[in-house]
């Protein structure tokens, strides 16, 4: 089976930030994803609201609800009080916790799970004792001992970061180490029994690869990039062209 694929709206929200006007639609364009065959929202709030809104949560989850029965809503973000809250509150099919500081442009590192293990622990705790599903942004190159700390946090899955695979658009020798290293971490995770995510600046040329080297790839969660090809192709296109590239031969 492909990965499924999570549309990441947070750079719509952004472009309808500027200005105090409510286009683009956060759910509008979410609703075109999921029509064109995504399998889920992601969204990423930050304390700032500087894209995704809290008030875009609740949206996105009834827009699921009322029209999209069996697609999945992911919230991301660093386990605040704040954050958790808003999670339980919206009741996500998946949780993705990352060690963001709040004044990051993006997500550009995995946990510490030898460090915040035992914070991460408790917070899994209490997500899934709501019975939501919890993945942890994890390093591409974390190697067994740090996997294993992931599962003993009790996480369901890890997702990798992809960046500097994604990064590597314009050097094949270097992207295929990265890649590389990706599945050797993927492996750890496989034989720990955590399934296995991965998100940032993939792209519909390196997702073939990708989910090649990683045949049980659960689920990718892409905005960036996707957002950009929207631009030319069209939301409805765009997500159909990367489902396609999820689908390995």
Known sequence: MSAKLS???NAIAMLRNRRDLPWPSVTGIGAIALEAGASGLTVHPRPDQRHIRFSDVP???ALIDDRFAGCEFNIEGYPTDDFLALCIANEPEQVTLVPDDPSQPTSDHGWDFLVHGAMLADVVARLKDRGIRVSLFCDPD???????RA????????ELYTGPYGGCFDDPIEGQRQLNMLASTAGFARSAGLGVNAGHDLTVDNLPA???AIPDLKEVSIGHNLTAD???FGMAETVRRFVRALEVK
Request: positive net charge.
């Open 7 to 9: 549309v990441n709206l």
């Open 59 to 61: 949206a996105i989850r």
């Open 142 to 148: 974390a190697g067994p001992d740090m996997i294993a």
């Open 151 to 158: 599962r003993e946090t009790g996480a369901d899955r890890i």
């Open 210 to 212: 990708l989910a090649k």
């Open 230 to 232: 929207a631009l030319i």
